[in-house]
């Protein structure tokens, strides 16, 4: 899509002298490669299940195997998926900045695919699974009937290395997430409704300590009113534009 993009001149000018930059991605960014974003209706016969029913503890201890069939559908979706010019400017970022961190909320592990290395990734990854209980993960499980299979080690129901909602996020990861957010001096939100918690409390957290924060979205949300700029369309052109002016 070649539509004409003007960056704000204060928003170059923190580009440009910006010491640390903090990227925060929701599933906004993967549109562009064919992953319907989390909220967006669920195709096929997923239409009739709310992802924030399936997304839970709850479901999976009520329902194993549709929470499993699940993931293991969206695992199909993602299979094919190639990272987009969205995830491939934050690739030639990382190298720009003096200091760079990219936290996402996403699962389906395109930011690595892309070439992106120490992506905090907030709610874990589809393409991992562990053991329920002993919470390591397992790559290989007997194939047959069992959905989910079985834990080789324990017997206990295998299950995607994801946060589910009402779960917490891992202590270390969320850290570190607060720490860069904290120290930046450009963050920059980029595809996600700025809805789901606690990640939505970076970008306040980080224009607290005195960033100029950036949202980049196809639309608005709560996020908008609170940034310094928002830059409204696709991920996959305005990201490419804000490195333009760096290269
Ligand atoms: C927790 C993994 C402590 C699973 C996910 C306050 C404090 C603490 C907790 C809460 C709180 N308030 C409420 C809660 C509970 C809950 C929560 O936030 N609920 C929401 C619904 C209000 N939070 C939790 O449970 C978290 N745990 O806080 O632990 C605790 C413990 C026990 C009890 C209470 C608290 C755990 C949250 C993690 C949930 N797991 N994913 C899976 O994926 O299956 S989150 C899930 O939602 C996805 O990861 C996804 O990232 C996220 C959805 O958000 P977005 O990424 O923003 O995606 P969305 O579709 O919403 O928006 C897409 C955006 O992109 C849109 O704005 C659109 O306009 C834009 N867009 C579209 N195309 C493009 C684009 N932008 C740019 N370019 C484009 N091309």
């Known amino acids: 899509m070649n539509m004409p993009v003007t960056i704000p001149a204060k928003l170059s000018d923190a580009l440009v002298s910006a010491a640390h930059l903090v990227v925060l991605t929701g599933s906004g960014i993967s549109a562009e490669s064919g992953i319907p974003t989390f909220r967006e209706a669920q195709t096929g016969l997923w239409q009739r299940f709310d992802p924030l029913e399936l997304a839970t503890p709850t479901a ?93 080690d324990c017997q206990a129901p295998l299950r995607p290395d994801v946060v589910w909602f009402g779960e917490s996020l891992r202590p270390e990861k969320f850290k570190a997430a607060v720490e860069a957010s904290e120290d930046c001096d450009l963050f920059l939100s980029v595809g996600t409704s700025a809805i789901v918690e606690p990640a939505a409390s970076l970008a306040h957290i980080a224009s607290r300590h005195g960033a100029f924060i950036v949202e980049v979205n196809t639309g608005k949300t709560p996020l908008t009113q609170f940034a310094d700029e928002s830059l409204i369309g696709p991920a996959g052109v305005l990201l490419p534009a804000l490195l333009k002016i760096l290269s």
């Not at 695919?113 to 499980?141: F, K, M, P, Q």
């Open 60 to 152: 999976f201890a009520t329902n194993p195997q549709l929470v499993w069939d699940w993931y293991a559908w969206r695992r199909q979706l993602i299979a094919d998926a190639k990272p987009n010019l969205g995830h491939q400017a934050l690739v030639a970022l990382q190298k720009y900045m003096p200091r760079f961190t990219l936290i996402t909320q996403n699962v389906d592990g395109l930011h690595q695919l892309a070439g992106s290395y120490d992506v905090l990734e907030l709610h874990g990854n589809i393409r991992r699974t562990i053991c329920s209980v002993e919470r390591i993960e397992v790559t290989d499980w007997p194939s047959g009937k069992d959905a989910p299979p079985r834990c080789p």
